[in-house]
């Protein structure tokens, strides 16, 4: 599995990033998106059912990204 450098512009999702996450959940987590915000973290956003699928993304995230910090907020319920 390839590591790719988060260097989508402010706001920008991260496709690469998007689709390990949905790989991973598979399904799980509905409205998923993985941005990179202003400060060079990635952002993941969407609606789980279990904090078992929101931990599988932050996972999945942080084994494709070259980022020193993901911000998991996925809302769980």
Do not use: F, S, W
């Not at 996450?21 to 969407?46: D, F, P, S």
Request: contains cysteine.
């Amino acid at each position: 599995m390839a590591t790719i450098a988060a260097e989508a512009p402010h706001g920008k999702t991260l496709p690469q990033a998007e689709q390990q996450v949905r790989a991973v959940a598979g399904g799980l987590i509905r409205g998923l998106r993985v941005e990179l915000n202003g400060e060079g973290h990635v952002v993941v956003t969407g609606r789980a059912a279990t904090y078992y699928a929101k931990q599988l993304a932050t996972h999945a995230v942080q084994a494709v990204c070259d980022v020193a910090q993901v911000h998991n907020d996925i809302q769980v319920g």
